[in-house]
C-alpha cells in the first residue's frame, strides 16, 4: 500500500469526482494504489507578445508537467482494478528549484479521447495560420476528469496550455488571466500526444492485453 494517490501540499482539491476515486472511496478499502512514472514534459520559458501581465509572467516562469499511470485495487483482489492518469503541474522558481501547483487526473475510458482532442486542435493550429481575416482571439479546449488542455489565438501569437484542478469550476485560462495552468508552444502538441499513446500502452501492458 502506498501514497499514489496523494498530492501536494496546498489548497484543498475540490475536483469533480472521477470513476476512479468514486472506486478508491467507495469499493477499494484496504486499497493498494501504485503509480507508475511514464514520462515528463518539459515547460521551456515563453516569450510570447499579445497576453496580459498575469499570464506572461507566468509563461516566463516555465515548468514542467509529470505524467503517470495510477493503478488501484483492493488488497488481495487485483482483478477489480482501476487505472487513471494523473498530471502534476509544476513551475519553475528561483534557482530553477520546481513547485507543484496543480495536479489533476483522467479516467482510462478518457485518455484515447484526450489524445484525439490533442491531435485534432494540433491540426487545426496549423490551419488557422493561413487565416486571411483571423479572430481577435480564439480559444479552443478539451476537458475530462479534472484535467483540461487548449489553445489561446491572439493577434501575432499562439499558445497551448494544460489545466489541472476542478475544471468545472476553474475558468479557462484566457489571453489576461490564468489560474492551475501551464503554457507550451503549439508546436509541442504532438508531443502531448505521444505522451497520452504512452499512458494507453502502460495501461494495456498492467491490464494484460
Keep these: 500500500m502506498g501514497d499514489?494517490?496523494?498530492?501536494?501540499?496546498?489548497?484543498a482539491r475540490e475536483e469533480p469526482t472521477t470513476k476512479f476515486e468514486a472506486f478508491v472511496v467507495a469499493r477499494c478499502?484496504?486499497?493498494?494504489?501504485e503509480s507508475y512514472s511514464l514520462t515528463t514534459l518539459p515547460i521551456a520559458p515563453l516569450r510570447t507578445p499579445g497576453f496580459?501581465?498575469?499570464v506572461a509572467s507566468l509563461m516566463a516562469r516555465g515548468g514542467e508537467v509529470r505524467l503517470e499511470v495510477v493503478r488501484a485495487y483492493p488488497l488481495g483482489n487485483v482483478a477489480e482494478q482501476v487505472f487513471v492518469m494523473r498530471a502534476t503541474l509544476s513551475i519553475k522558481a528561483g534557482e530553477g528549484q520546481l513547485y507543484p501547483v496543480s495536479t489533476g487526473l483522467l479516467d482510462e475510458d478518457e485518455v484515447t479521447a484526450l489524445a484525439n482532442a490533442v491531435a485534432d486542435?494540433?491540426?487545426l493550429t496549423s490551419t488557422r495560420q493561413t487565416q486571411e481575416s483571423p479572430p481577435d482571439t480564439t480559444e479552443t479546449?478539451?476537458?475530462?476528469?479534472?484535467i483540461r488542455v487548449g489553445t489561446i489565438r491572439v493577434p501575432g501569437a499562439e499558445v497551448a496550455y494544460i489545466q489541472a484542478g476542478n475544471v468545472q469550476s476553474l475558468?479557462?485560462?484566457t489571453a489576461v488571466e490564468t489560474s492551475h495552468a501551464m503554457f507550451l508552444p503549439v508546436s509541442d502538441l504532438p508531443a502531448v500526444y505521444n505522451a497520452m499513446r504512452q499512458i494507453e500502452a502502460r495501461i494495456r501492458t498492467l491490464r494484460g492485453r
Design 52 to 54: 496580459g501581465p498575469a
Design 4 to 11: 499514489a494517490h496523494e498530492v501536494p501540499a496546498g489548497p
Design 141 to 146: 479546449e478539451f476537458r475530462g476528469g479534472s
Design 29 to 33: 478499502s484496504p486499497c493498494v494504489r
Design 121 to 123: 486542435i494540433s491540426r
Design 171 to 173: 475558468r479557462a485560462p
